[in-house]
């Protein structure tokens, strides 16, 4: 257990993640099950997922895309949740105690730091 106010370490990150892409699941077996179709639904974990890939994004230091508000239908959706997951997992896994400690660059939509 992470002690409040301590530092992450990639151990307490991949737990994270590891639970994010289980909730990432569950929300996609809901989705696909549904009887009725929510496009509200859709559409805010569309934004969830795409707000994941876009911090992923700035881990690397890559230029962060400005699409915040996808239409993904829910097959694109568990691309991206797949996808995401397995991103983080491999950076985590190589992520040194020196890299847990670089800051990340932040910019937002309209890109001011």
Known sequence: MNTPGAEP???SLSRLFEHTAWANEKILAALE???VESERAR????HLLEAEYLWMQRIRGEP???NFWPSLSVGKCA???RRSAQEYSSA????TPEDLKRPIRYRNSKDIE
């Open 64 to 66: 962060a895309s400005n």
């Open 9 to 11: 370490t990639g151990m």
């Open 92 to 95: 985590i896994a190589h992520w």
């Open 79 to 81: 691309e991206l949740a």
């Open 33 to 35: 099950t549904a009887e």
């Open 43 to 46: 559409w805010v974990f569309a």
